[in-house]
């Protein structure tokens, strides 16, 4: 089972007071219905790919609405066969579509009756979700959270119930639909904090937590690595123009420093300038520092590079 369909089931299992109720249901029929009109009436038709979420909703209906519906599922083709479950509702009263304001002029508002708790703006996000949500395992992909919406008015509706509470979002247009999404793992983490999949926020925390480690170790592995590289590139120019150097007698004219910096070279040709600092007392019988050492690598590569600049013209002046 995907890590989305977890959350889901968890959210499906949640006991909600009565106001509450009617707020999730709101968000996921609202979300999943769509209003068609026949001979017989208006009816209402709602599509999922999660049988669990159809035969949520057939309770609750039949409950608050006195209707009963007709279930069935078809496998549809396309770049992969799916197969969705349908629960349709014929003949029914427009108080009922009036009510979860599914005719495409009606949407919903903040300041409707239904969130005047703020604990039913959460069951009214919540319900959202369950319907048209979705969200990237953590263990697999870029964090990704997303839920899609019919209508830019109900997308703006959460989008300014989850700023209130602190939790940024953003909203794009996506092939005549409305995209709310988040991509920073821990406003993924309070957003499902605050629709109450608690079960999914541990296990979000906990593989974030993992992820994040193993990223900052590979990132510390890479860097050790690219450091190692540059610091074997520079030991071997250092000792390219030692070479040359002693090959031509300069090294006799240089400073006491510069020749003890040479002599710490020679000995320990792939150190670094931090364990050249920490061995100099064993070959000099005193202590250069790091900062001392790498003066002196400096000053005998622009000896070692002016007389090969200066060797190369002489050859030039021969030809």
Excluded: W
């Excluded at 989305?4 to 106001?19: H, S």
């Excluded at 009816?43 to 609405?65: A, E, G, Q, V, W």
């Excluded at 209130?164 to 953003?170: G, Q, R, V």
């Excluded at 070279?265 to 064993?282: C, T």
């Amino acid at each position: 089972m995907s890590f989305a369909r977890e959350v889901k089931k968890e959210l499906l299992n949640i006991e909600n007071q009565t106001c509450c109720s009617h707020a999730e249901f709101a968000g996921i029929i609202h979300s999943l219905a769509e209003v068609g009109i026949t001979f017989g009436g208006m009816s209402i038709t709602l599509k999922s790919p999660i049988n669990s979420i159809i035969r949520h909703i057939l309770p609750y209906m039949k409950h608050n609405h006195q209707i009963e519906g007709e279930l069935s599922y078809r496998v549809e083709n396309g770049l992969k066969q799916q197969k969705y479950y349908y629960l349709r509702y014929d003949k029914i009263d427009s108080s009922i579509v009036d009510f979860y304001h599914l005719l495409p002029l009606d949407s919903y508002q903040i300041t409707d009756e239904l969130f005047n708790n703020e604990c039913c703006k959460s069951a009214f996000v919540r319900g959202c979700f369950i319907a048209k949500g979705s969200i990237n395992d953590p263990n697999k992909s870029n964090y990704h959270l997303e839920i899609i919406f019919k209508k830019i008015e109900t997308a703006s509706v959460v989008l300014n119930i989850l700023k209130d509470n602190d939790i940024y979002a953003s909203i794009t247009n996506k092939k005549n639909q409305y995209l709310l999404y988040i991509k920073k793992s821990e406003e993924i983490s309070k957003f499902l904090a605050f629709i109450g999949a608690s079960e999914a926020v541990f296990e979000f925390e906990n593989s974030r937590i993992l992820r994040d480690y193993y990223n900052n170790v590979n990132r510390t592995i890479n860097c050790d690595i690219a450091n190692g590289n540059r610091s074997m590139q520079y030991c071997n120019k250092q000792k390219e123009a030692i070479e040359f150097l002693e090959k031509h007698g300069i090294v006799q004219k240089l400073s006491n420093r510069l020749q003890d910096a040479i002599s710490l070279r020679k000995e320990y040709p792939d150190s670094s300038l931090s364990e050249l600092s920490e061995l100099s007392s064993n070959v000099l019988g005193k202590e250069m520092s790091k900062s001392g050492i790498s003066h002196c690598m400096r000053e005998i590569m622009k000896v070692y590079e002016y007389y090969l600049e200066k060797g190369s013209k002489n050859d030039k002046k021969d030809n």
